[in-house]
């Protein structure tokens, strides 16, 4: 297992490169990723602790077994990426402003996770378990709340999205008062 403690952003690959795919088993400890394109990527078994991430391009990295423990995404792209794949048991990690549509994030545990000012169109939260959660500010339009656990979730300036309460757990969550089309969407009522 290679382990590094770096700072790598398109001005300096010339001097510090990336270490080579793929990152199968490679520890990343207080890494601070700025400007790449990262897309298509393998990082299969691989560990980052405390990690940055910012304005990199992420789109459909395979995270296959991976470990995140308090790493950051910071206006980041990151299309159609496959989150169910994570190591459920090390998996603490933020959103913060990311254009992220089209992502799985079914039967996942989130609870507590940040995924807040991004774009997450068409994601698929179906099954998981987001309690305490916090989607605010991001946009939800297109995705999926199916048997998904929102109690104490926080979607106050969140917009786009459509969630059932018959067919999710809701107590307790947070939502803008005078945004609840979402809500009534699926029963027909109209609010004016």
């Given amino acids: 297992m290679e382990h590094f403690q770096s700072r790598w952003t398109a001005d300096t690959l010339s001097t510090v490169p990336l270490p080579s795919f793929p990152w199968a088993g490679h520890h990343f400890e207080e890494c601070h990723f700025e400007g790449l394109d990262l897309s298509h990527s393998d990082w299969r078994d691989a560990r980052f602790e405390r990690c940055t991430f910012q304005n990199c391009q992420l789109s459909e990295v395979r995270l296959t077994s991976v470990r995140f423990h308090g790493v950051t995404f ?7 990426v496959r989150w169910t794949t994570l190591q459920p048991s090390f998996l603490s990690f933020t959103l913060d402003r990311c254009k992220a549509p089209l992502c799985d ?16 169109s068409g994601n698929n939260f179906s099954g998981a378990d987001a309690r305490e959660t916090s989607w605010a500010k991001s946009r939800l339009r297109d995705a999926i709340f199916q048997r998904t656990d929102l109690r104490d979730a926080d979607l106050r300036g969140s917009t786009d ?13 947070r939502f803008d008062a005078a945004d609840l089309r979402g809500l009534v969407k699926g029963l027909g009522i109209q609010l004016d």
């Fill in 105 to 120: 994030w079914e039967d996942m545990d989130l609870k507590g996770m940040k995924l807040e000012q991004s774009d997450l």
């Fill in 161 to 173: 999205w459509t969630i059932d309460p018959s067919d999710n757990r809701l107590r307790g969550a």
């Fill in 74 to 80: 910071t206006d980041c792209t990151l299309n159609k």
